[in-house]
């Protein structure tokens, strides 16, 4: 049977500690093929001065020139939602049935292996290649192992390597501060960096046209035609209430960039960020992921759409239960998320009055707007979050106020 050894990892960038894992694998597997995947950016962890996931790729690619039998693949890259280990190998046990998979891990990873997605599942379809760096930890590496096979069962190996303390924070610290770093990572990888000005500045992130051709691929079909007529909905607003049209549009198309993820998702999203969810919006499915994609939402923006606006992050944090005194472009993308020209239900008052009243009163819109989800999660007997009653309560003052 033919062998794969497959490297996963964040890689931003690749360096020499995990040149040193390769080549290890390559030693002591002989694999025939190894396969090194870049894993989706997690939603928890910051974005990288804007560094987008073709550029980790294309890095990698560089090591196909370096080595006869390395390829690099893109499949996390393209798994919508979170990627997982136990789906990929699984993936690649389907493309390569006749092949042993072995899957690549640091030593500090086989710590906390039997808390990752289903572990189980890993070993059912891969074997596991320990890499272990420091000497000192081969007996805790190999009471784990033992541990392991007896609750999970599996087949292990412990590659030795020689340990190399370089991170990719301490290369990407030493570009930002104009420090060499030839010998720190492989000389193809180094030029590409340079060739393509990575990590020298911030916010070089996506253009709206490449934010909305990203939703296309990342949405489900209905959820992009939504989030298209929120965007141009949004624009339409800005004009009239005074508004930078792309910060509109930009918010609009990314309003529900969080939508691709499961209730569970959502919550260690907002948990990662220390993002305070009540006991109320954890306390069923449906309603963490009506209530939660909003404010996970915001953090996708920013950790992986590269999105700095503090007020475009905070439109979209509030679009789905609003404020009190939100600020205009909050209103815009509230108030465009439930008057898109796609929203067909019926509403009391109709959907038709609120749009007309859009662009004639944004508060007195938003007023009505929490009137009928209040009215309607009532009718239902579902739980109605504090903000939207605060906010109806508010725009209400401000309405009999104009009225006195």
Same mark, same amino acid.
């Given at each position: 049977?033919?062998?794969?050894? !497959?490297?996963?990892?964040?890689?931003?960038?690749?360096?020499?500690?995990?040149?040193?894992? !390769?080549?290890?694998?390559?030693?002591?597997?002989?694999?025939?093929?190894?396969?090194?995947?870049?894993?989706?950016?997690?939603?928890?962890?910051?974005?990288?001065?804007?560094?987008?996931?073709?550029? $980790?790729?294309?890095?990698?690619?560089?090591?196909?020139?370096?080595?006869?039998?390395?390829?690099?693949?893109?499949?996390?890259?393209?798994?919508?939602?979170?990627?997982?280990?136990?789906?990929?190998?699984?993936?690649?046990?389907?493309?390569?049935?006749?092949?042993?998979? /072995?899957?690549?891990?640091?030593?500090?990873?086989?710590?906390?292996?039997?808390?990752?997605?289903?572990?189980?599942?890993?070993?059912?379809?891969?074997?596991?290649?320990?890499?272990?760096?420091?000497?000192?930890?081969?007996?805790?590496?190999?009471?784990?192992?033992?541990?392991?096979?007896?609750?999970?069962?599996?087949?292990?190996?412990?590659?030795?390597?020689?340990?190399?303390?370089?991170?990719?924070?301490?290369?990407?610290?030493?570009?930002?501060?104009?420090?060499?770093?030839?010998?720190?990572?492989?000389?193809?990888?180094?030029?590409?960096?340079?060739?393509?000005?990575?990590?020298?500045?911030?916010?070089?992130?996506?253009?709206?046209? +490449?934010?909305?051709?990203?939703?296309?691929?990342?949405?489900?079909?209905?959820?992009?035609?939504?989030?298209?007529?929120?965007?141009?909905?949004?624009?339409?607003?800005?004009?009239?209430?005074?508004?930078?049209?792309? $910060?509109?549009?930009?918010?609009?198309?990314?309003?529900?960039?969080?939508?691709?993820?499961?209730?569970? +998702?959502?919550?260690?999203?907002?948990?990662?960020?220390?993002?305070?969810?009540?006991?109320?919006?954890?306390?069923?499915?449906?309603?963490?992921?009506?209530?939660?994609?909003?404010?996970?939402?915001?953090?996708?923006?920013?950790?992986?759409?590269?999105?700095?606006?503090? +007020?475009?992050?905070?439109?979209?944090?509030?679009?789905?239960?609003?404020?009190?005194?939100?600020?205009?472009? +909050?209103?815009?993308?509230?108030?465009?998320?439930?008057?898109?020209?796609?929203?067909?239900?019926?509403?009391?008052?109709?959907?038709?009055?609120? $749009?007309?009243?859009?662009?004639?009163?944004?508060?007195?819109?938003?007023?009505?707007?929490?009137?009928?989800?209040?009215?309607?999660?009532?009718?239902?007997?579902? /739980?109605?979050?504090?903000?939207?009653?605060?906010? /109806?309560?508010? /725009?209400?003052?401000?309405?009999?106020?104009?009225?006195?």
């Amino acid at each position: 049977m033919k062998k794969i050894a !497959l490297l996963g990892g964040s890689f931003n960038p690749f360096h020499n500690g995990h040149k040193a894992m !390769l080549d290890a694998a390559i030693k002591g597997i002989n694999p025939d093929t190894v396969i090194i995947m870049p894993a989706k950016k997690p939603p928890h962890k910051m974005a990288y001065m804007g560094v987008k996931d073709i550029d $980790r790729f294309n890095m990698l690619k560089c090591l196909e020139k370096d080595y006869d039998n390395v390829i690099v693949s893109d499949m996390e890259l393209k798994t919508p939602g979170f990627s997982y280990t136990k789906d990929t190998v699984f993936k690649l046990k389907k493309l390569y049935p006749d092949s042993i998979i /072995y899957f690549i891990m640091g030593g500090d990873s086989i710590a906390n292996f039997e808390k990752w997605r289903e572990p189980d599942t890993i070993v059912k379809y891969a074997y596991i290649c320990v890499c272990i760096r420091n000497e000192a930890n081969v007996d805790y590496v190999k009471d784990k192992i033992t541990y392991l096979k007896n609750k999970i069962g599996g087949n292990y190996y412990i590659l030795n390597f020689e340990r190399i303390d370089i991170s990719s924070t301490m290369i990407r610290n030493n570009i930002l501060n104009n420090i060499s770093c030839r010998g720190l990572l492989p000389d193809s990888i180094l030029e590409y960096i340079v060739e393509n000005n990575l990590y020298r500045k911030t916010g070089n992130g996506y253009s709206l046209k +490449e934010l909305v051709e990203i939703m296309e691929q990342e949405l489900l079909k209905s959820r992009y035609i939504h989030s298209l007529g929120v965007m141009n909905c949004a624009a339409d607003l800005a004009v009239i209430y005074n508004v930078d049209i792309n $910060r509109a549009m930009t918010a609009g198309i990314l309003h529900d960039c969080a939508k691709i993820y499961s209730a569970a +998702e959502l919550i260690n999203i907002c948990g990662q960020n220390n993002v305070y969810l009540s006991a109320n919006e954890k306390s069923d499915e449906q309603t963490t992921k009506n209530l939660v994609h909003s404010k996970a939402g915001s953090i996708i923006a920013h950790n992986i759409y590269f999105i700095d606006d503090e +007020e475009i992050l905070s439109a979209i944090y509030y679009h789905t239960v609003g404020r009190p005194a939100m600020t205009m472009l +909050e209103k815009i993308i509230f108030v465009a998320d439930y008057i898109e020209p796609g929203r067909k239900q019926l509403t009391n008052p109709p959907l038709d009055e609120i $749009r007309r009243t859009a662009y004639e009163d944004i508060d007195k819109s938003v007023e009505l707007i929490c009137k009928n989800t209040i009215d309607y999660l009532n009718s239902i007997e579902k /739980y109605v979050d504090n903000n939207t009653l605060e906010t /109806y309560d508010y /725009y209400k003052a401000i309405r009999e106020d104009k009225n006195e």
